[in-house]
């Protein structure tokens, strides 16, 4: 893994939430992959909001993929795993049984069949460039899907850092999902390994 998480409150009385602060296991995966990561909840964060819009989909639940805050530690007895002003990010709390639905090495828990439709959507809107995995968060029946710690497969397997596993990746993943009715009319990857049929 690449993060350390650690449980706190943010606000004060009443007014406080429960929040999870992650910070990177070494100082020098801080600085090269912060921005990618935050990149990456961008990214995944847009395209579920596309997925989410798209006719086929819009009776099922919301899926929404957390955006973390940026922060900075200011005294590091709080969060022992950090140094005095190193990044953290900060989310909610995820309430309920916390689950991998889609992982990055291609196996596929997801038993209403959505995520792994925006997966494979994602590779289909990117034609073949990329694709969210690592799909992992709750669901609720209020509030849907509330994804976090999203991950993607790149064309060349370096965009977007080690948990990247390129055309590989996406390969295995293919491997493992079974179309539905959301997904069979979009593209796959071709046979013989080429990422875009």
């Known amino acids: 893994t690449l993060h350390l998480a650690g449980y706190g409150a943010q606000g004060v009385g009443r007014d406080h939430r429960k929040v999870v602060v992650k910070a990177y296991r070494k100082v020098w ?13 961008h990214l995944a964060s847009e395209l579920a909001k596309r997925f989410s819009s798209q006719a086929s989909i819009q009776d099922k639940k919301p899926i929404q993929v957390l955006v973390p805050q940026v922060g900075v530690v ?36 997801d038993p209403t069949g959505v995520l792994s439709a925006m997966c494979h959507w994602t590779y289909h809107v990117s034609k073949g460039k990329l694709m969210l995995v690592d799909v992992q968060g709750v669901y609720s029946k209020t509030d849907g899907f509330v994804i976090t710690d999203p991950a993607f497969h790149s064309e060349d397997g370096a965009r ?24 069979a009319r979009f593209r796959k990857p071709a046979a013989g390994g080429a990422t875009w049929a």
């Open 74 to 109: 200011h005294d590091s007895a709080c969060f022992s795993a950090t140094a005095v002003n190193e990044r953290v990010t900060i989310e909610p709390f995820l309430e309920g049984k916390y689950r991998k639905f889609v992982s990055n090495n291609g196996t596929v828990h």
């Open 29 to 41: 995966q801080a600085r090269a992959a912060f921005e990618v990561d935050q990149e990456m909840h």
């Open 160 to 183: 977007f850092g080690e948990l990247d596993l390129g055309v590989q990746g996406m390969q295995a993943f293919f491997a493992h999902h079974r179309c539905n009715h959301i997904c």
